[in-house]
């Protein structure tokens, strides 16, 4: 899609051209997950696909939403507040427009069209995307007075309270931050970031669709969330803390008897770990050396599959490929896991046996094949 297509479809179904053309990333975390909601550190970078949304105010006083990706369409009158209105992908935009009339801001009616390259459900935010471009259009539109955190802070509210799931802020923030070709090492505690060099040298970063079906996926994901919040109300017995990432791997050794449920005691583990791999894998990065920071990914997959049992045989299958392929130097899932999409890092010039090799494997095990494609690391949400 671009922006002369976009362009052409807006006035087919509004008429005129749109005032503005918005583009918001997806993304994908190269390591710390499932660390956000429990205060420690990750670090996604921004990706080249993602949703861009053409749109023109209105005098109608009508919230127009119309998408290229889905047939539904919505045409809601302007009102002081919405609630989530069955499972429609408008609820993501109408969600965050809810939450910027709350904050006091007056809006006109809008025509929107939405169109996405990202796949959906498949763990590369395309519901962060959405939300963000949203904010981020009403912000130019309406000058409205939003900083880039709040930007992110209000789409993470959009998630947990009008579309139920209790999803951290990485993603969020990932898309309104991101930068080209750099990593983002995001402390979800206290927001401070700092921009980390991704310069894979011979490698590139490719992304492995598993096209698995994210099924009860939000509900997994806040089960996850439930578990920690146990653990961690264990631990305090002992330990003044406030996250599950203020206790080190040492402290939660002399700990984790109190805790007294095997389950619950993984999931900590994970968090923990993990936690700790992210300031490893800052050092390697800082020092240039891929092949640390690809051994760490292997390491945060294993976690994430023994540990926090998130990953799933589709992924595993992925990764397992990728242990026994020898320019492959390393892999994980990313995001929130249960399908989705894996990361890899492949030699360059070996992109096309790869692709070729892990689709025939993947094919014989599972029975379907997975979409394998190399990405960069681009800019967070701007104007086009
Ligand atoms: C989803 C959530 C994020 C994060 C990841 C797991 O993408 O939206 O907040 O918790 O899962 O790391």
Same mark, same amino acid.
């Given at each position: 899609?671009?922006?002369?297509?976009?362009?052409?479809?807006?006035?087919?179904?509004?008429?005129?051209?749109?005032?503005?053309?918005?583009?918001?990333?997806?993304?994908?975390?190269?390591?710390?997950?499932?660390?956000?909601?429990?205060?420690?550190?990750?670090?996604?970078?921004?990706?080249?696909?993602?949703?861009?949304?053409?749109?023109?105010?209105?005098?109608?006083?009508?919230?127009?939403?119309?998408?290229?990706?889905?047939?539904?369409?919505?045409?809601?009158?302007?009102?002081?507040?919405?609630?989530?209105?069955?499972?429609?992908?408008?609820? $993501?935009?109408?969600?965050?427009?809810?939450?910027?009339?709350?904050?006091?801001?007056?809006?006109?009616?809008?025509?929107?069209?939405?169109?996405?390259?990202?796949?959906?459900?498949?763990?590369?935010?395309?519901?962060?995307?959405?939300?963000?471009?949203?904010?981020?259009?009403?912000?130019?539109?309406?000058?409205?007075?939003?900083?880039?955190?709040?930007?992110?802070?209000?789409?993470?509210?959009?998630?947990?309270?009008?579309?139920?799931?209790?999803?951290?802020?990485?993603?969020?923030?990932?898309?309104?931050?991101?930068?080209?070709?750099?990593?983002?090492?995001?402390?979800?505690?206290?927001?401070?970031?700092?921009?980390?060099?991704?310069?894979?040298?011979?490698?590139?970063?490719?992304?492995?669709?598993?096209?698995?079906?994210?099924?009860?996926?939000?509900?997994? $994901?806040?089960?996850?969330?439930?578990?920690?919040?146990?653990?961690?109300?264990?631990?305090?017995?002992?330990?003044?803390?406030?996250?599950?990432?203020?206790?080190?791997?040492?402290?939660?050794?002399?700990?984790?008897?109190?805790?007294?449920?095997?389950?619950?005691?993984?999931?900590?583990?994970?968090?923990?770990?993990?936690?700790?791999?992210?300031?490893?894998?800052?050092?390697?990065?800082?020092?240039?050396?891929?092949?640390?920071?690809?051994?760490?990914? $292997?390491?945060?997959?294993?976690?994430?599959?023994?540990?926090?049992? &998130?990953?799933?045989?589709?992924?595993?299958?992925?990764?397992?490929?990728?242990?026994? $392929?020898?320019?492959?130097?390393?892999?994980?899932?990313?995001?929130?896991?249960?399908?989705?999409?894996?990361?890899?890092? &492949?030699?360059?010039?070996?992109?096309?046996?790869?692709?070729?090799?892990?689709?025939?494997?993947?094919?014989?095990?599972?029975?379907?094949?997975?979409?394998?494609?190399?990405?960069?690391?681009?800019?967070?949400?701007?104007?086009?």
């Amino acid at each position: 899609m671009n922006v002369n297509a976009m362009i052409k479809e807006f006035s087919a179904r509004f008429g005129g051209s749109p005032e503005h053309i918005f583009f918001c990333p997806g993304r994908v975390n190269l390591i710390g997950e499932h660390i956000d909601y429990n205060g420690g550190k990750v670090m996604p970078c921004a990706i080249s696909l993602g949703t861009y949304m053409a749109v023109s105010k209105n005098k109608d006083r009508l919230l127009r939403f119309q998408s290229l990706d889905f047939s539904e369409k919505a045409e809601l009158r302007l009102q002081e507040s919405y609630t989530k209105t069955g499972k429609g992908w408008f609820n $993501y935009p109408l969600g965050v427009i809810n939450e910027i009339l709350h904050d006091g801001n007056t809006i006109s009616g809008l025509d929107m069209l939405f169109y996405g390259n990202l796949p959906v459900g498949a763990g590369l935010s395309s519901s962060a995307s959405i939300e963000v471009i949203t904010i981020f259009a009403l912000k130019k539109m309406f000058g409205l007075n939003i900083s880039e955190k709040e930007m992110a802070l209000m789409g993470k509210k959009t998630e947990n309270e009008f579309i139920g799931v209790n999803s951290g802020i990485m993603d969020q923030f990932a898309v309104v931050m991101g930068k080209k070709d750099k990593a983002i090492l995001l402390n979800c505690d206290t927001l401070e970031y700092e921009y980390l060099p991704f310069e894979t040298g011979d490698y590139i970063l490719v992304i492995i669709n598993s096209n698995k079906q994210r099924t009860l996926a939000d509900s997994k $994901y806040n089960e996850r969330f439930a578990e920690c919040g146990k653990a961690l109300k264990a631990l305090k017995k002992e330990l003044d803390v406030t996250h599950l990432c203020d206790i080190d791997l040492t402290s939660f050794e002399k700990h984790r008897h109190l805790i007294n449920d095997p389950v619950l005691e993984k999931r900590a583990l994970h968090v923990i770990s993990e936690n700790f791999r992210v300031g490893e894998a800052k050092d390697a990065l800082k020092a240039n050396d891929l092949i640390t920071f690809g051994k760490l990914m $292997y390491a945060s997959h294993q976690s994430l599959k023994d540990w926090y049992e &998130v990953s799933g045989k589709e992924l595993d299958t992925i990764v397992e490929f990728c242990k026994s $392929y020898k320019d492959c130097i390393g892999a994980r899932m990313t995001g929130a896991g249960f399908g989705g999409c894996a990361i890899a890092l &492949v030699k360059k010039d070996k992109l096309e046996d790869f692709t070729m090799k892990i689709v025939e494997y993947y094919n014989e095990r599972i029975g379907y094949k997975p979409d394998v494609f190399a990405s960069e690391i681009g800019d967070g949400v701007k104007g086009l």
